[in-house]
């Protein structure tokens, strides 16, 4: 699940980037082949996703589920076989169909295998005309793809091979299943697309869903239990490596960097991406990602121990990004708008006295703004001032007709109740129990 991607769509950085993603082999199976319910939707309706297969009726299939989704982004389904090169090939067809492959199936796997072997029997062979994702790519004038992802059943590097021009584009992300045995006969291993790769840039980042298969054999040992098939490897063009060559470390490609990372759930790697971007880019206010990491760091669990006075200020990677925070000391905002931005930060960041002194003055400045009265509330509470949060929220909602002071209610309850979510997400149990008494306690006091 992506940590800073939602904050970065509430705050509209996410409007400056556009997303493209190919999904070469895109037959969906399970509802975790559909980008969109990975997350990838967040981007939208900058994201146009690419899907690739050789098989007609799967890519007709999911062009016609797409239309009935009527999605707010771009995508679809192409019936192509992705190869090194144009030409003509075979195409085994598998007992399970999504096993088929451009290569045969190994006959020595099936002999002495027991897991995949029914699966990868050969039912049929048809001839297919293969192209590459780089004709594709310039007869559709597409000049970029972002992501790339493979699982075609062992071709994954000869398509990669025909993606050369598009890789060099400026693709900064790859998760390709990879085999470490012979599934197919001839089929290039882990080994072969990592060198490849590697060649290109690319970095592997890590070694996931890694799947075993056991011998035809009555025993197996408890340490080693049955040979490594296959896994889904994952890479990224690592922008931020000063021993690589590569002419598109911009702006905008390291924060897509950061958006893909994120939303493949590299949160450590995003962070990292968008505090580099902070502090060599952050006087532009495209590139000033500060509050946007407070407010995320503000919900991981464990972070910050409230308990014992371990307040995420204290961190050093907040330390590092301060300066270019709204909640910067220096930062003396005049409008209502800025002025409530610097307060929640300092919320978030458990500086509670600079919180309410800015929610006092903002008071000051516009007095029947009454979310104000809510959030001062909530502050001295947070404070263990339980009589003087009450009395600050009776004050927003003294003088008020009975409809505007159920709204008003409404709204106060709104605001504790998400605060209380956030410590109870992040742990803080003892905390989220005292807001939500205080919420049963305005309930009582007001019905």
């Known amino acids: 699940m992506a940590l800073f991607l939602p904050s970065l769509k509430k705050s509209g950085h996410l409007e400056q980037i556009h997303i493209t993603v190919a999904v070469v082999g895109s037959r969906k199976i399970a509802i975790q082949d559909d980008y969109a319910s990975q997350g990838w939707q967040i981007f939208a309706p900058n994201l146009t996703i690419y899907g690739f297969d050789a098989d007609v009726e799967a890519c007709e299939k999911a062009n016609a589920e797409l239309k ?39 006959k020595y796997y099936i002999e002495y295998f027991v897991g995949n072997s029914k699966l990868i029997e050969l039912t049929d062979i048809h001839e297919v005309e293969t192209t590459t994702l780089d004709i594709f790519c310039q007869s559709e004038k597409i000049t970029e793809i972002d992501f790339i992802q493979l699982d075609i059943q062992g071709a994954e590097l000869p398509a990669l091979e025909g993606a050369d021009w598009i890789l060099k584009s400026g693709t900064l992300g790859i998760v390709s299943e990879v085999e470490f045995t012979e599934l197919y006969a001839g089929q290039p291993l882990f080994s072969d697309l990592d060198l490849y790769l590697r060649m290109r840039g690319f970095t592997l980042f890590d070694i996931h869903n890694m799947n075993r298969d056991i011998r035809k054999m009555p025993i197996i040992s408890s340490k080693h239990p049955g040979a490594l098939i296959w896994a889904d490897a994952f890479y990224f063009r690592d922008l931020l490596r000063e021993d690589l060559s ?70 050093p990677i907040i330390e590092k990004i301060r300066a270019y925070s709204s909640s910067y000391k220096y930062k003396n905002f005049s409008i209502q708008k800025d002025l409530l931005k610097q307060a929640y930060q300092y919320l978030l960041l458990g500086e509670y006295e ?64 998400a605060e209380a979510q956030r410590r109870e997400i992040i742990g803080d149990k003892a905390l989220a129990l005292k807001i939500h008494e205080n919420i049963n306690t305005i309930a009582s006091q007001y019905n």
């Open 246 to 315: 590569i002419d598109i470390k911009t702006p905008e490609k390291l924060f897509k960097l950061a958006c893909i990372a994120d939303v493949l759930d590299f949160p450590d790697y995003a962070l990292e991406l968008l505090t580099y971007l902070t502090f060599q880019y952050g006087k532009d206010e495209k590139y000033n990602f500060a509050d946007n990491i407070i407010e995320s760091l503000a919900y991981v669990p464990g972070l910050v121990k409230q308990e014992q006075g371990e307040l995420l200020a204290s961190l």
């Open 354 to 417: 600079q919180a309410a002194s800015i929610y006092e003055k903002a008071i000051e400045l516009e007095p029947n703004v009454k979310a104000n009265y809510w959030y001062l509330g909530l502050l001295l509470l947070l404070q263990d001032q339980e009589v003087e949060a009450h009395t600050a929220w009776f004050i927003g909602i003294a003088e008020g007709k009975a409809e505007k002071i159920d709204m008003w209610i409404a709204e106060l309850v709104e605001v504790l109740q």
């Open 68 to 106: 009935t989704r009527q999605i707010n982004w771009n995508e679809k389904h192409i019936p192509l076989a992705l190869w090194k090169c144009e030409g003509k090939s075979k195409l085994y067809v598998t007992k399970n169909p999504a096993c088929s492959s451009l290569y045969p199936p190994s």
